[in-house]
């Protein structure tokens, strides 16, 4: 069984920048995509950034030029680098790993852009 946990969601103002982390514990031999997606008030959930091995990252076209996701497989570790964020960012955040038969997803971490 794999955990993830979230951290370093919070509130900033438009135009600032946030760093999402997510670090995952037990056994990843299985997992060849990790990423993030988000989930806004009525909204359904999406994805915003996902990196699969052997693969370049995929970004939402939103956050495009934006977020920065990376991974560190050693430290079985994803981060998001959120940069120039707007009010329409702000959603819960969750971290997402996937491999052959298995999803796992993180309790996610609040993200606020407001004023």
């Known amino acids: 069984q794999v955990q993830l946990v979230e951290s370093g969601g919070g509130l900033v103002q438009p135009g600032g920048s946030l760093r999402l982390s997510c670090a995952a514990s037990?056994?990843?031999?299985?997992?060849?995509?990790m990423g993030w997606y988000r989930q806004a008030p009525g909204k359904q959930r999406e994805l915003v950034a996902r990196?699969?091995?052997?693969?370049?990252?995929n970004y939402a076209d939103s956050v495009k030029g934006r977020f920065t996701i990376s991974r560190d497989n050693a430290k079985n570790t994803v981060t998001l680098q959120m940069n120039s964020l707007k009010p329409e960012d702000t959603a819960v955040y969750y971290c997402?790993?996937?491999?052959?038969?298995?999803?796992?997803w993180g309790k996610g971490t609040q993200v606020t852009v407001s004023s």
């Open positions: 037990g056994s990843i031999f299985s997992i060849y995509a």
């Open positions: 997402n790993f996937m491999g052959v038969g298995v999803n796992y």
């Open positions: 990196v699969i091995s052997g693969g370049g990252p």
